[in-house]
């Protein structure tokens, strides 16, 4: 059987998850990044280094978002987002999204060889040149379906 997703089981599917992808055009190609993310109820906050990712969504602020948890060929849910793509700048915004991704990263079940190193403010402070400097960044949510079908 296949259905639609309540906007409510949508936005909730969007909350306990994080990991989905971007959609975005430049006007002529269509690109599609998986990104980590963390959904507030209002705003797909997500992360990238500089390059043409970001360089795409800065000459077009129209993105999609898609989450899809596919257990198998008949068992999916997937949800779509329509919004606009804005950059946070530094200042207060950018500080807690990124104190966000820091927190939800720290609940992830990591290997103990890999480790975790500790996160301190000096580091969520961190100067580094521009060209590693992550962008930090939010989809706005316009639109949002969902679609599942159950075996």
């Known amino acids: 059987m296949i259905g639609n997703l309540t906007k409510e089981t949508s936005m909730a599917l969007l909350h306990d998850n994080t990991y989905g992808r971007i ?3 430049d006007g002529y190609n269509t690109y599609v ?3 980590n993310y963390f959904f507030d109820g209002k705003y ?3 992360h990238a280094l500089p390059g043409s990712r970001v360089n795409v969504m800065r000459r ?3 993105v999609c978002f898609q989450l899809e948890i596919l257990k198998d ?3 999916w849910e997937s949800v779509l987002v329509q919004g606009d793509y804005e950059e946070l700048e530094e200042g207060r915004e950018r500080y807690y999204a990124m104190k966000s991704f820091v927190d939800r990263s720290m609940h992830l079940k990591i290997s103990e ?6 996160v301190t403010e000096a580091w ?5 040149p521009d060209n590693l400097k992550p962008i930090i960044y939010r989809i706005s ?11």
């Open 113 to 118: 060889g890999l480790g975790m190193p500790e």
């Open 33 to 35: 990044y998986p990104t």
């Open 23 to 25: 959609g975005c055009n």
């Open 73 to 75: 060929e008949m068992n």
């Open 60 to 62: 077009n602020k129209r």
């Open 44 to 46: 797909i906050y997500c």
């Open 141 to 151: 949510v316009d639109e949002i379906t969902g679609r599942y079908e159950m075996e």
């Open 124 to 128: 969520l402070h961190l100067r580094l």
